[in-house]
Nanobody, 126 residues
Framework: QVQLVESGGGLVQAGGSLRLSCAASGRTFSSSAMGWFRQAPGKEREFVAAIKWSGGSTYYGDSAKGRFLVSGDNAKNTVYLQMNSLLVEDTAVYYC???????????????????WGKGTLVTVSS
């Protein structure tokens, strides 16, 4: 019954910006954290960013640090990903993810997400 729906993907030129959004559709759904992953053709799924609602701590994968910003609204079960200085290698399907279980360590976010959206395609052109 839990659904995560991403939006905001599209085509953007290298150096440009894009903002992704994701909202959980279940009325009773609540999460401990939400975040973003991506997968490019021929590559494994990669952790991009996440936010832990309690305390608002944010976490970033190496490729996102310094360029992307994750934020959200816990009351709305909504998470955003502001992507700046986009590179061609950022081209991927971006997936929203959520965790209801405890977040005691960063690995809970990197490897322990429990719910997933269907993804939104981001294409960065040169």
């Amino acid at each position: 019954q839990v659904q995560l729906v991403e939006s905001g993907g599209g085509l953007v030129q290298a150096g440009g910006s894009l903002r992704l959004s994701c909202a959980a559709s279940g009325r009773t759904f609540s999460s401990s954290a939400m975040g973003w992953f991506r997968q490019a053709p021929g590559k494994e799924r990669e952790f991009v960013a996440a936010i832990k609602w309690s305390g608002g701590s944010t976490y970033y994968g190496d490729s996102a640090k310094g360029r992307f910003l994750v934020s959200g609204d816990n009351a709305k079960n909504t998470v955003y990903l502001q992507m700046n200085s986009l590179l061609v290698e950022d081209t991927a399907v971006y997936y929203c993810a959520a965790r209801r279980g405890p977040v005691d360590r960063e690995s809970n976010l990197r490897h322990g997400m429990e719910y997933w959206g269907k993804g939104t395609l981001v294409t960065v052109s040169s």
